[in-house]
């Protein structure tokens, strides 16, 4: 059984800072792509930024670009969102995934490209 568990959500003022994590039971986590979605109240759930298998590629929407920085740890089996300079449009339910995902960037924006999903944790920006 597969699990994906985030944890290090909570409630921020606009301006403060988060650092997510992602910690996973995948067999052979290095050889997923690991993606952060977020569904904010009443909308879709949005691709928030990705990273391949080892690392060495990453993307981000642009509406976090410049704050939010994600990375991985494979030998902890563990993404992490480092999130800075928050805003209160931030505030949303955050969710990690991962997918088996070829091509030369070895990542995605798509949310079917992703196989396993965690339960996603609340991040709340206060003004």
């Known amino acids: 059984q597969v699990h994906l568990v985030e944890s290090g959500g909570g409630l921020v003022q606009a301006g403060g800072s988060l650092i997510l994590s992602c910690a996973a039971s995948l067999l052979s986590f290095s050889s997923y792509a690991m993606g952060w979605f977020r569904q904010a109240p009443g909308k879709e759930r949005a691709f928030v930024s990705a990273i391949n298998r080892n690392g060495g590629n990453t993307y981000y929407a642009d509406f976090v670009k410049g704050r939010f920085t994600i990375s991985r740890d494979n030998a902890k089996n563990t993404v992490y969102l480092q999130m800075n300079s928050l805003k209160t449009e931030d505030t949303a339910v955050y969710s990690c995934?991962?997918?088996?995902?070829?091509?030369?960037?070895?990542?995605?924006?798509?949310?079917?490209?992703?196989?396993?999903w965690g339960q996603g944790t609340q991040v709340t920006v206060s003004s």
């Open positions: 995934a991962g997918g088996s995902i070829l091509g030369p960037l070895g990542l995605s924006t798509a949310r079917d490209r992703y196989n396993y």
